[in-house]
Nanobody, 124 residues
Framework: QVQLVESGGGSVQTGGSLTLSCVGSGYSFSTSCMGWFRQAPGKEREGVATIFAGGGNTNYADSVKGRFTISRDYTKNTIYLQMDSLKPEDTAMYYC?????????????????WGQGVQVTVSS
């Protein structure tokens, strides 16, 4: 059973930074696609960043390119989302996601396992 547990959310001012973490268990972390999604109030959930099973390739939404960085630590079964230069429009619930099939990791629609989410609030 796939379990994903996020941590690291909080409140920051515009221009600040936060790092989210997600620990995965119950599946093969090293061969799975991993990603971060977010959902703001009144909006649909959207993809933020993905990282391939091999860890070398990453994919970002245009709105966060150059500001967010996704990474993974195979020794800790953990992925991270480093968020810099945060803006009020980044305010949302952030979800960790996994696709244990491990292919086409850039495809937002393939992710089918989800964490409980953490809140990120950016004030102006």
């Amino acid at each position: 059973q796939v379990q994903l547990v996020e941590s690291g959310g909080g409140s920051v001012q515009t221009g600040g930074s936060l790092t989210l973490s997600c620990v995965g268990s119950g599946y093969s972390f090293s061969t799975s696609c991993m990603g971060w999604f977010r959902q703001a109030p009144g909006k649909e959930r959207e993809g933020v960043a993905t990282i391939f099973a091999g860890g070398g390739n990453t994919n970002y939404a245009d709105s966060v390119k150059g500001r967010f960085t996704i990474s993974r630590d195979y020794t800790k079964n953990t992925i991270y989302l480093q968020m810099d230069s945060l803006k009020p429009e980044d305010t949302a619930m952030y979800y960790c996601a996994a696709d244990i099939r491990g292919v086409r990791c850039h495809s937002w629609s393939r992710y089918n396992s989800w964490g409980q989410g953490v809140q990120v609030t950016v004030s102006s």
